[in-house]
């Protein structure tokens, strides 16, 4: 089947607005994370889930990021009242179980900017 | 100080060389070591992972883990031009779930 897929791969915002960032992870995997990729930073930690529910939270930056995920599918991350420095590659992975990092797989990335 | 420190390079070369890619890291308690190449405007994939101290082939790649130094190594054998990535080595404590990712080494693998 396919690999983990995101969507849009590109998102263009203005600072203020909301923004949703959507992953599709590869059928049957229940880990799910996000990952945020800024410039000279390398990939920083968001959120993790085990089906739906997060026993992970800690990487989330600030209150106005949250994400939600239905039953062992897709998930979504939520930008509210973005501001510039929330623009950044964010990544999706998906594994076949936590504690597995040898089977988590990435998405191609949603590139964010905002204005 | 970052749990995983890496050099971001870049690093240029020329086709055939062998290249070193480093990380070190200062958690005692990662066990598993990965290192991931990503090309440009996509997500990493991974190229190997290790358990513990010692190496591993595959093909041209050998990574190296020295948990008495804390440091990583992978090294790229017969660099070719399709090597030219950005190589992301991560660490894991086996307990947890989450990688925690060096900033990576941009490679320019050059004719």
């Known amino acids: 089947g396919a690999g983990v897929s995101q969507s849009p791969s590109n998102k263009v915002t203005e600072k203020g607005k909301d923004v949703e960032l959507r992953c599709d992870p590869i059928?049957?995997?229940?880990?799910l994370y996000w990952y945020r990729q800024s410039l000279g930073q390398g990939l920083e930690f968001l959120i993790y889930?085990?089906?739906?529910?997060?026993?992970?939270k800690s990487g989330l930056p600030s209150d106005r990021f949250s994400a939600e995920r239905t039953g062992e599918s897709v998930s979504t991350l939520t930008i509210q009242r973005t501001q510039q420095e929330d623009s950044a590659v964010y990544l999706c992975?998906?594994?076949?179980?936590?504690?597995?990092?040898?089977?988590?797989?990435f998405g191609p990335g949603t590139r964010l900017l905002v204005l | 100080q970052k749990e995983v420190e890496q050099d971001p390079g870049p690093l240029s070369v020329p086709e055939g060389a062998i290249v070193s890619l480093n990380c070190t890291y200062s958690?005692?308690?990662?066990?598993?070591f990965m290192w991931y190449r990503q090309y440009s405007r996509k997500g990493p994939e991974l190229l190997m992972y290790?358990?513990?101290?010692g190496n591993k082939e595959d093909g041209r790649f050998t990574a190296q883990v020295d948990k008495s130094s804390k440091y990583i190594s992978l090294f790229i054998r017969d660099s070719q031009p399709s090597d030219s990535a950005t190589y992301l080595c991560?660490?894991?404590?086996?307990?947890?779930?989450?990688?925690?990712f060096g900033t990576g080494t941009q490679l320019k693998v050059e004719l």
């Open positions: 992975a998906s594994s076949l179980a936590p504690g597995s990092p040898e089977t988590q797989y």
């Open positions: 059928s049957g995997h229940t880990a």
């Open positions: 889930f085990q089906g739906n529910s997060a026993p992970d």
């Open positions: 958690n005692s308690a990662f066990q598993y």
């Open positions: 290790t358990y513990s101290s």
């Open positions: 991560a660490a894991f404590t086996g307990g947890g779930n989450k990688l925690t």
